[in-house]
């Protein structure tokens, strides 16, 4: 199979290391930066869970009109506000028929991506597989919990998915089919409801952020407010008890990574709170459910977003 990966940050380049060791032909495309630059120059280098460094040679673009048309599969890791930009200038050189997965996190990644492309077949997944750029050209995996993904017609997507989910398992991300492509956007989104706002603000890894009580109880808080909302649309999760299961995740799987939103913080970057737990607050409107937490988040995060430079 040959992955183009359209956004090769942190998450993109892990995936981009993991496959191309077992084989996979990958291609990275991102605008140029630093990080980029380092693995054009001496290759990708990901920081093992044992704290061992392998180093991966990866074909990488910084212009999309230097593309191959011949991909099987395109796999988007831009963050979710970037995708229309993003993609706006990719696509006109790729073929209409290659497939697109996202693993972005929040709502509505789906559909932004088949309203620029209506005709070509979308997948959507969540992952809680983590990680971070420790220093330009080094990726360090944070976080090793599983990846779902699905599709709106999954009868149509079956071979496709079934074929994503076993050329990532090979690679080392445990990934599962669904059937139901709501339940993997919530499951995942009720994840990231928990750990990402709260990371941000307290600026804790996901793992100090659920040591104190205080910090659990918060988490399950605001995961009450989304699951309420998740029931009332008649979305089942994909876990029986998501309190329980975000605090298992936090001990066990994702407890060492600094989330994707405290990141952004920590560079003084926007967010994707707007579609994390802004979503929450948006459908608790539509739905008169009140969602004090999640509201409480958004707004902190937003304040801390727009005084980057005014901060003690
Ligand atoms: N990090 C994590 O642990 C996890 C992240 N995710 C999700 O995966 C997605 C990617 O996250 P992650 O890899 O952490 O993010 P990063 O910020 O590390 O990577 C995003 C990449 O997109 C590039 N990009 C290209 N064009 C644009 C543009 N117009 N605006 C913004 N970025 C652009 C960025 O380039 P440049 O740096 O030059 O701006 C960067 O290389 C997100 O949706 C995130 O929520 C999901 C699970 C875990
Ligand atoms: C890995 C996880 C679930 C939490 O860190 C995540 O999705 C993120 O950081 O955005």
Not at 52 to 72: P, Q, R, S
Not at 120 to 147: D, F, H, L, M, Y
Request: aromatic share 4%; proline share 3%; charged share 20%.
């Amino acid at each position: 199979m040959k992955v183009l990966i359209v956004g090769s940050g942190a998450m993109g380049s892990l995936f981009a290391g993991k496959l191309k060791q077992h084989g996979v032909d990958i291609t990275l495309l991102n605008r140029p930066n630093s990080h980029i630059k380092a693995i054009q120059k001496t290759g990708l280098q990901i920081v093992e869970q044992d704290g061992n460094l392998a180093t991966i040679d990866l074909m990488v673009k910084t212009n999309a009109a230097d593309l191959n048309n011949d991909y099987d599969l395109i796999l988007l890791f831009v963050k979710a506000f970037a995708t229309e930009s993003v993609l706006s200038n990719v696509l006109p050189f790729l073929s209409r028929t290659t497939p697109i997965l996202t693993l972005q996190n929040g709502v509505g990644n789906m559909e932004k991506i088949q309203k620029l492309s209506p005709s070509r077949n979308v997948v959507v997944g969540g992952t809680s597989t983590g990680a971070g750029i420790v220093k330009p050209g080094v990726v360090e995996q944070r976080a090793w919990g599983s990846t779902f993904i699905g599709s709106t017609v999954p009868e149509k997507h079956k071979q496709l998915l079934e074929q994503i989910a076993s050329l990532f398992s090979a690679g080392g991300i445990k990934t599962h089919v669904s059937e139901n492509v709501q339940s993997v956007i919530w499951s995942k989104l009720i994840v990231n409801v928990a750990y990402n706002g709260l990371t941000a603000v307290t600026r804790l890894t996901n793992g100090e952020a659920i040591r104190t009580d205080e910090g659990k109880e918060l988490v399950a808080k605001l995961v009450t407010e989304a699951v309420q909302i998740a029931e009332r649309k008649g979305i089942l999760l994909l876990y029986d008890d998501p309190i329980n299961e975000c605090i298992r995740l936090g001990i066990e799987e994702i407890g060492k990574n600094t989330s994707s939103m405290l990141t952004d913080v920590l560079n003084k970057r926007k967010t994707e709170v707007e579609v994390i737990n802004g979503a929450i607050v948006k459908e608790g409107k539509k739905h008169n459910m009140a969602t004090p937490y999640n509201e409480m988040i958004l707004k902190l995060v937003y304040m801390i977003e727009n005084s980057y430079e005014q901060r003690l």
